[in-house]
């Protein structure tokens, strides 16, 4: 069984945008730990990127996470699931929020969940992400 | 196939996922009862269907629907053996898969929400699993009836979900 857990940051040599079908290489933030997906080989994510999104976006400080080389965002408005075969090599996760920043991440979250319907998904994002704050 | 009888073979699936190749009707019926307690909590409504309730047995809460889905779902689906233990008087009723279930109709998001749920209380003792039922509010409400009538059990009493407090920030959301 994989490691990752929620709040975890990871890096993907392949990181692909489920509505999009599109990849590249990102960071990403664990919204769903692998041990309670459907397959455990799969995450769901947020991907972390540099270029500054419109909204629903935490702010990583380059200065709090030394795996990022600049100032960085978590798109909490995406919701990718993403295979652990597409992570890159070397040591992972590469780091995790800390509490101000997860806190943070769990009211973005809030935010994009009100409006979705399925209840489940919004519960048991809701159920792992109080196990950390 | 029912709902509930759905819901039984999956975390049947999920357990032997996990290592686990049957579990005992004790470990089946504690498992079910915290998935509807959690289910309540942060949905606020069960996660089975109207016909499946919960009653006051004298080791926790147990049900009938459920009984009968595990007869129904037996040799066909399932497996139930007693084995039984040297130094324990009473038989364990182990359930396990007879085959492999390949489809499973609940959709992705209930099959992640269930398996929030059974990751956290799978790898329990069965000591363990009775403390945190017996710590629901559904269950510690049944207690404290219990101690006002004097009775040891209120045996064959139904368990009361809507005292189960709705989770504050799902409520939150729940409302939009």
Redesign the interface.
């Known amino acids: 069984m994989n490691k990752y857990k929620v709040a975890d940051l990871l890096h993907f040599k392949n990181y692909v945008f489920t509505d999009t079908n599109e990849s590249a290489p990102h960071f990403a933030l664990v919204l769903?730990p692998s041990?309670?997906?459907?397959y455990?080989h799969n995450l769901l994510c947020a991907v972390v990127t540099s270029k500054f999104p419109k909204k629903y976006f935490v702010k990583l400080s380059k200065a709090k996470y030394s795996c990022l080389t600049k100032d960085s965002y978590i798109c909490c408005s995406r919701r990718d699931i993403n295979s652990i075969t597409d992570l890159s090599k070397g040591k992972q996760p590469l780091d995790k929020l800390n509490k101000v920043d997860i806190k943070k991440t769990f009211k973005t979250l809030?935010a994009i969940?009100?409006?979705?319907k399925?209840?489940?998904?919004?519960?048991?994002i809701?159920?792992?992400w109080?196990k950390i704050i | 196939m029912s709902r509930l009888e759905t819901i039984i073979l999956y975390l049947l699936t999920r357990a032997k996922q996990r290592g686990k190749d049957n579990l005992s009707k004790i470990e089946l019926f504690k498992l079910l009862y915290l998935l509807e307690v959690e289910a309540y909590k942060l949905t606020g409504k069960t996660f089975f269907d109207s016909t499946v309730s919960f009653t006051r047995d004298k080791n926790g809460p147990i049900s009938a629907t459920i009984y009968h889905a595990l007869n129904d779902l037996d040799d066909k689906y399932i497996t139930i053996n007693s084995q039984q233990k040297a130094n324990y008087p009473y038989p364990r009723h182990c359930i396990s898969l007879k085959k492999l279930i390949k489809k499973i109709n609940l959709q992705p998001s209930e099959k992640i929400f269930v398996n929030s749920v059974i990751e956290e209380y799978l790898p329990m003792t069965i000591s363990n699993l009775k403390n945190v039922v017996y710590n629901t509010e559904p269950m510690k409400k049944m207690q404290e009836e219990e101690r006002q009538q004097k009775v040891s059990v209120l045996k064959g009493y139904q368990i009361d979900f809507s005292s189960i407090p709705m989770d504050e920030d799902m409520v939150d959301l729940i409302s939009a």
């Open positions: 769903l041990a309670i997906m459907d455990e809030k969940l009100y409006g979705t399925d209840i489940y998904l919004m519960a048991t809701v159920r792992e109080k």
